[in-house]
Structure formats: C-alpha cells, structure tokens
Nanobody, 129 residues
C-alpha cells in the first residue's frame, strides 16, 4: 500500500512563495515502483484540478496553464519526496492541494484524477490579497 502525506501549506500573501512536500511511506517506494506523481488542487465548490505532474525519474514534467512559469515540481526519489515550489502566489491559487501517485514507467504524464489510485489527505493553501 502506498501512503502519501502532504505538508507545507499555510497562509501567505499574494506574491509570496510556498513549497509543498509529498512524502511517501515505504522504503524507496517512488523509484522502486516507477511511480509518476502529480499535484492536484480543489477549491471550495470546484472540481479537483490538475496542477503539475512529474515522471517517475523526474525527466518529464507537465503543468496546467494557470501555474506554468510560477510553479515547479521536482522529486528526490532517494528520499521518497516530491516537491511543489509555488512562487508568485495569486488570489486564485487558494485550495486544498493533494498529491497523487500511479505506477507509470514511461515519460507520459496523465492529468485525470481517475488515473491516480493513491492520494494524500491534502494540505491547505490560503492566499490573502
């Protein structure tokens, strides 16, 4: 079983930065099982949406247009951690941010929630204007 835990959320002002972390339980689980990881977010009353994804080896990334150029996803497989660096946060960015994982030993990145079987509990990001 893959257990994911997000951390790093909080309250910031517009224009500030935050770094979210997604840690996986289990020894070297991210690399051992070639797991692609993605970040999604869900604001109140809205559907959960794709934010960013990274291939199992970190060679491929993909971003939603709304965060491209501001957010960066990265991973350290040796530590079983995936990061989401969020810069220039905007009033439209607040949401609960979730990390999700799937076994995928290719470079393709999928953006649909239904394709990810493993999810964390989420971490709240709030941006004040």
């Amino acid at each position: 079983q893959v257990l994911l835990e997000e951390s790093g959320g909080g309250l910031v002002q517009a224009g500030d930065s935050l770094r979210l972390s997604c840690a996986a339980s289990g020894r070297t689980i991210f690399s051992s099982y070639a797991m692609a990881v993605a970040w999604f977010r869900q604001a109140p009353g809205k559907v959960r949406e794709f934010v960013a994804g990274i291939s199992w080896d970190g060679e491929s990334t993909y971003y939603a247009d709304s965060v491209k150029g501001r957010f960066t996803i990265s991973r350290v497989n040796a530590k079983n951690i995936v990061y989401l660096q969020m810069n220039s946060l905007r009033p439209e960015d607040p949401a609960v941010y979730f990390c999700a994982a799937r076994i995928q030993p290719t470079f393709a990145i999928v953006t649909s929630t239904i394709d990810y079987p493993y999810w964390g509990q989420g971490t709240q990001v709030t941006v004040s204007s």
